[in-house]
Nanobody, 117 residues
């Protein structure tokens, strides 16, 4: 049974930091590309950051470049999103995604990140 377990969300003041984690099971984690998406009410889900299968090339949305860092530890089957210099507009529900094929496209349950004074 495929499972993605997320942790690390919460509330923080502007300028603060949070680290999200997502641990996968039930599939061969190292062979999947991993990504973080976010969504706010009334808006489409936005891909924030992605990291390729072993090789680990990364890509970021323009809105988070220089502030967010995605990384993976295949031995722990975990992907991370380090978020620094957080802004109120980063407030969203953040989802972990594991992708290999259209039939192997898995999502975590989401974790709330709130940035406010």
């Amino acid at each position: 049974q495929v499972q993605l377990v997320q942790s690390g969300g919460g509330s923080v003041q502007p300028g603060g930091s949070l680290r999200l984690s997502c641990t996968g099971s039930g599939f061969t984690f190292s062979t999947f590309a991993m990504a973080w998406y976010r969504q706010t009410p009334g808006r489409e889900r936005e891909r924030v950051a992605s990291i390729a299968r072993p090789g680990g090339s990364t890509a970021y949305a323009d809105s988070v470049k220089g502030r967010f860092t995605i990384s993976r530890d295949n031995a722990k089957a975990t992907v991370y999103l380090q978020m620094n210099s957080l802004k109120p507009e980063d407030t969203a529900l953040y989802y972990c995604n594991a992708f290999k094929t259209l039939e192997q496209d898995y999502w975590g349950p989401g974790t709330q990140v709130t940035v406010s004074t």
